[in-house]
């Protein structure tokens, strides 16, 4: 009923596959056996289970997992940092593989490398759809200048951005409303989401690449402003 | 093929020929034009473009030339009664506006705007604007969810363990407890305080008469469940009885007694 | 463009790590020097190579993959027995891992593994649907009161009993008919079972809150009321 399980003992890396097999399988027997078992590591469980754990949760989850979320998977409380240890220990050890463990704004998830998508294409052939260069330079704009109003990116395009740019980019979950900015009219103020972060990979807005300056290039008056 | 062309992506095709740059002239056939237009996304956009193709300085423009390049845009649109965005009409008058300052000599110059380039606003505008179109390029090149990379989603059978509603013990207390008050306020009926064991050997009973065979009196009884509940498994069957839920028949005095389920009778 | 398909000449098990590993390797670095890849092995693709990309499509993919589409991914035509030694292969190398490959009617997909949805609960702690009360106090006048009839739970409840709501029950097995009632009809006689026993983790009815001690409850609580 409370079998502790053993800590590992084979230090050999290449016996991997095989300690973790011998691990496994009392998991497999017991969770047969009584379907309520979280009990039954009598907070045992070790590293590499743990890790199991954590892959398997991020390889079925349908968005990327916070560490808060994470640390939910383990039997003992592990701060960020050990957490992080874990995934990056995980993430190493899909190297060289098609689908790689990453970072995101909104947590860690599994993604294929970009480098298969022409194999996937073989299976799906039809593409999400090419935006728009009026939609990208909205986004571009929301992206780089947010929090924005539709005023604001007509500014800077100098032409009127219809309604349905604005509706495309929040169908697609890249921007929303984050306030109105109090000028008569209330105009709403758009920003981008961690929806786009995590569509392009990427952690945070620093990483989006680096505007060219052209502050240098006009009066220091208008650089400073 | 000049180099530029080779950089550009086509504006537009007429009758299938791709449309490289907008020819030195200024002239589009009239049938490219409104296909010419939609390539540019708005005053600022051609003012750009036409400020890159002649290589000229943002920072210093000549708007003599840009004015009439730009002029000889919107007459083209107009002259083939195209619906002109207003966008391009109103940079139309800031163009004019500028060129008209710079004529005015210096010293005229009345409010003290600090010798600004009367350009200076267009200037910023067009630099904003073309810092955005690269961005927008940019953005545009990342590699992106679903269109050049894939999520990895793996399948979870939630069907293998369906969740059934869990019940606790609290739960059915709280739920007797909240009968009790009804019937209390009711006073329809009352609810008899029995002692549970005797229920639940009622039941006991019932199931070893499930099979409608005459059952041994004593064979309903453990010996090993000790005295208090052989009492109760008696008090049971008489309850039963009682409840003319069995059948107790003994056919002759001092002979073996036997039980069975009303619903055997019924059943003959 | 027609290489067949070499059978894997390691059969060391403790060195396919390894061999994924050093296979992968030029993949990656190829890839990043050119997105376009289609012709990269020039029909040159290694079983590894391979079974890298069948992983990643079936980890990718939101449905089953059946083999005719599975035979999309290959570069030199693979005939069904050839290709599901490659997918046995893939199989046997998660073995242990919290996630399985397995072949269902409409194909071969990737499944988490039942055992592991105990932890998987953890992340959506879905609240555990709940019987409705008129389930509920049917439940507690048969554990209460038996051996009851329908009739005797309505007199009790007030209202009529649906045959659904002692449906649910049995179906369940927390009660079945004992017997029949001797009035005229004939009712069954409902009655609790070892299963409710077992499900409350209780060891006998007794266990159950005495009629006592609820009454002791009720009387200040109906006075108030």
Chains 1, 3 share one sequence.
Not at chain 1, 19 to 25: K, S
Not at chain 1, 186 to 199: V, W
């Amino acid at each position: 009923m409370s079998a502790p399980i053993a800590p590992s003992t084979t230090s050999d890396a290449n016996s991997f596959e095989h300690t973790e097999l011998a691990v496994a399988e009392p998991i497999a027997a017991s969770a047969a056996a009584s379907p309520i078992r979280t009990d039954l590591f009598d907070g045992k469980m070790n590293t590499d289970e743990l890790k199991m754990v954590l892959e398997t949760a991020l390889l079925t989850a349908s968005e990327p997992l916070p560490l808060g979320e994470l640390k939910k998977l383990s039997e003992v409380s592990l701060d960020n940092r050990q957490l992080e240890v874990l995934l990056n220990e995980l993430a190493s050890s899909w190297a060289g593989r098609g689908v790689e463990l990453c970072c995101v704004a909104s947590g860690w998830r599994f993604r294929a490398r970009p480098h298969m998508q022409v194999y996937l294409d073989r299976l799906n052939p039809q593409k999400p759809p090419r935006y728009s260069r009026a939609v990208l330079e909205t986004l571009a704009i929301i992206a780089y200048h947010q929090p924005v109003t539709r005023g604001d990116i007509e500014e800077i395009r100098g032409v009127t951005v219809s309604a349905q740019i604005l509706k495309t980019l929040e169908a697609r979950g890249w921007i929303d409303i984050v306030g109105t900015r109090d000028v008569p009219g209330k105009p709403e103020l758009f920003a981008s989401t961690k929806q786009l972060l995590d569509d392009l990979n990427l952690r945070s807005l620093n990483e989006l690449p680096a505007l060219q300056d052209i502050s240098a290039l006009l009066e220091p008056e208008a650089a400073a402003s | 093929m000049s180099d530029s062309q080779l950089q550009l992506i086509p504006f537009a095709r007429i009758h299938g020929e791709p449309m490289l740059a907008l020819p030195q002239d200024l002239y589009i056939p009239p049938d490219a034009l409104e296909l010419v237009l939609d390539t540019f996304q708005g005053p600022l956009d051609l003012l750009l473009y036409l400020i890159r193709k002649h290589n000229l300085d943002v920072l210093d423009i000549p708007m003599a030339e840009l004015t009439r390049q730009y002029m000889g845009y919107i007459e083209l649109m107009q002259s083939n009664r195209m619906e002109l965005a207003a966008e391009y009409l109103l940079m139309a008058a800031v163009l004019i506006e500028i060129k008209s300052r710079m004529l005015l000599p210096k010293i005229s110059k009345i409010a003290d705007d600090s010798g600004e380039d009367p350009r200076a606003e267009l200037m910023r505008r067009l630099l904003e604007y073309e810092q955005m179109k690269w961005a927008a390029q940019q953005l545009n090149a990342l590699p992106q969810a679903e269109r050049d990379f894939s999520i990895v989603q793996v399948f979870i059978e939630t069907t293998v363990q369906e969740r059934l509603p869990e019940v606790s013990v609290e739960d059915l207390k709280q739920v007797w407890l909240g009968l009790l008050t009804r019937a209390k306020n009711s006073k329809h009926h009352t609810i008899r305080r029995e002692q549970l064991s005797v229920r639940e050997q009622m039941t006991h009973v019932l199931r070893c008469l499930k099979n409608g065979e005459y059952v041994l009196f004593e064979s309903l009884f453990e010996l090993d469940d000790g005295l208090p509940k052989m009492v109760v498994t008696f008090i049971a069957i008489l309850e039963l009885a009682k409840e003319f839920l069995v059948e107790i028949q003994q056919t002759e005095t001092f002979g073996s007694i036997y039980v069975r389920t009303n619903r055997a009778i019924n059943d003959e």
